[in-house]
């Protein structure tokens, strides 16, 4: 095996290491604004009865299109290179993504904090903008990675159409949707393209990537790969219409809410979640990242909760929405990072963390999200600030954790760390 895969270029690996600080140091200045709009009484905090949506809509947008984006294209950056032996990808495209995306975050945050309505829309815009302009800018070397592959006739392009199409064009088409959002629905639709149709299939491939390609364990035919996300894709599509129908009055509620678990399902049931437990913890337990494997089955907590009404939808607009974010795509995205990262100090997958830590923290805020959905009072008035305590108190957690670990083996640490991670030829689709 080892004569058949050569050293790679390999120039960009170890570039994670500046998308994931920037994505752990932006949670901090995110965790303020949401703490800012709990404690204000501005026009559009959370103690206000108007543009609930819109900051739903934004605050989604500064997690997905910002510091959670900034893990997805570290691995990416990381990898590519490596996996399809490319030079697509260059440290110019690394670093004008991570600045642009430092810029947009703040720039949105700004507006917020700005305290003026008007102010904080046209900052809003201008940092979707830039958002998106560094997230379309990796659009091009991912595409000309697919068409390399084609040419070569490499088996190595289909991940790089994930990059390449799927990202690029849902941050146009959630863009669109705010620019144009006095139109009755396209505020709806963009919140579920943001969530359900991006954010959600990025999930599912990392955890298709990780079962089957990183630890080889078949849980799906490589040649059902594309079918399960396709399907994935049009039935979250499917649920974006029906949203904007619901809100011009076509559909029922009811309608919409089956659409939203639809997509979810299929997830969980697709990627053989009883299969992946009979290897995870049956007669004979094999290594795996217990973060992505919690993610698998958070698709199935997540579609029973798109089946109940939100009874409060002053505090979220689509609690499962945001527990979709907090749950199976951090999980996931943070795990495949984090096994990356393992990757490239080449330990031992028998020898290590199992991470139970970051499940623990993370579980505290899907339950405040639980509790906020379903009106669990616990200190009658002051039940918002234990929901405010669990949810900040679990994000600074997870976000120290990442920084401790990654301080601790990159300078502290006796292990060493290797530019080429150990079987990296297994990303390879």
């Avoid at 800012?36 to 739903?56: C, G, K, M, P, V």
Wanted: charged share 10%.
């Amino acid at each position: 095996m080892a004569g058949r895969f050569k050293v790679p270029f390999s120039g960009l690996s170890g570039s994670y290491i500046p998308h994931f600080a920037s994505s752990m140091v932006m949670i901090v200045p995110f965790m303020l604004t949401v703490t800012w709009l709990s404690a204000t009484e501005s026009d559009y905090s959370f103690r206000q009865e108007n543009y609930r949506l819109e900051i739903a809509f934004v605050l989604t947008a500064l997690i997905s299109f910002g510091w959670l984006m900034s893990m997805v294209i570290g691995i990416v950056f990381d990898l590519f290179p490596l996996t399809h032996d490319s030079q697509a990808f260059t440290h110019t495209h690394s670093n004008q993504y991570l600045l642009i995306n430092i810029i947009g975050q703040s720039l949105i945050m700004g507006g917020i904090f700005s305290n003026n309505l008007n102010l904080m829309f046209e900052m809003t815009t201008i940092g979707l903008v830039l958002l998106s302009w560094g997230l379309v800018s990796i659009s091009w070397p991912s595409w000309k990675l697919h068409l390399d592959s084609i040419e070569q006739e490499k088996n190595c392009g289909n991940v790089a159409l994930v990059p390449a199409l799927l990202i690029p064009v849902s941050v146009l088409v959630v863009l669109g949707c705010w620019i144009f959002r006095q139109k009755t629905g396209l505020l709806e639709f963009g919140f579920a393209f943001n969530v359900v149709v991006m954010m959600g299939s990025i999930a599912l491939t990392l955890i298709l990537a990780h079962f089957n390609r990183r630890l080889a364990w078949d849980l799906v035919k490589f040649s059902d790969f594309r079918p399960v996300v396709a399907i994935y894709l049009v039935l979250a599509l499917l649920h974006c219409f029906s949203v904007m129908m619901y809100e011009r009055g076509q559909i029922t509620e009811g309608l919409a809410n089956v659409s939203q678990s639809l997509p979810f399902f299929w997830a969980f049931i697709s990627t053989r979640p009883f299969k992946m437990l009979k290897k995870a913890i049956g007669s004979n337990p094999q290594p795996h990242s217990a973060l992505i494997g919690s993610a698998q089955w958070y698709f199935l907590v997540v579609g029973i909760m798109s089946l109940i009404p939100d009874f409060d939808e002053g505090k979220f607009i689509n609690i499962s929405y945001v527990t979709l974010l907090f749950s199976t795509a951090m999980l996931s995205i943070w795990g495949s990072g984090l096994y990356l990262h393992d990757d490239h100090l080449h330990k031992s997958i028998h020898n290590r963390s199992t991470r139970y830590k970051l499940l623990i923290f993370n579980a505290i805020g899907v339950t405040s999200l639980f509790m906020i959905g379903f009106r669990i009072t616990i200190l009658g008035d002051d039940t918002d600030l234990v929901y405010y305590v669990m949810r900040n108190f679990a994000l600074f957690a997870m976000m120290a954790y990442m920084l401790i670990i990654l301080f601790r083996d990159l300078f502290i640490s006796l292990d060493t760390w290797h530019r080429v991670p150990m079987h990296y030829e297994r990303y390879v689709s």
